[in-house]
Nanobody
Framework: QVHVVESGGGLVQPGGSLRLSCFAS????????MGWYRQAPGKQRELVAD???????TYADSVKGRFTISRDNAKNSVYLQMNVLKPEDTAVYYC?????????WGKGTLVTVSS
């Protein structure tokens, strides 16, 4: 069982920045595929970005150039730096951890981009 906890959401104005953090338990965190997903009201959950155990990253087209995913294996943590935020980035952001083919999810953190 892997426990996943997100933090860092909040209200930010358009054009602003926010950094999300995610902690995942386990002694083999460095082997996990870690990802950030989001779900806006009335929409399906979508992949925002993920990062492999060797640091290879993938981004949704809608966030390329604005968001950066990173990980710190010593802290069992993954981060999502979000810059130039837009109202359409408003969503609940979820962190996921994949290990041995199993996906573990956090409860999510709300990001609201509004003036």
């Amino acid at each position: 069982q892997v426990h996943v906890v997100e933090s860092g959401g909040g209200l930010v104005q358009p054009g602003g920045s926010l950094r999300l953090s995610c902690f995942a338990s386990g002694s083999i965190f460095s082997t996990y595929l870690m990802g950030w997903y989001r779900q806006a009201p009335g929409k399906q959950r979508e992949l925002v970005a993920d990062i492999t155990s060797v640091g290879t990253t993938t981004y949704a087209d809608s966030v390329k150039g604005r968001f950066t995913i990173s990980r710190d294996n010593a802290k069992n943590s993954v981060y999502l730096q979000m810059n130039v935020l837009k109202p359409e980035d408003t969503a609940v952001y979820y962190c996921s951890s994949r290990v041995y083919g199993m996906d573990y999810w956090g409860k999510g953190t709300l990001v609201t981009v509004s003036s």
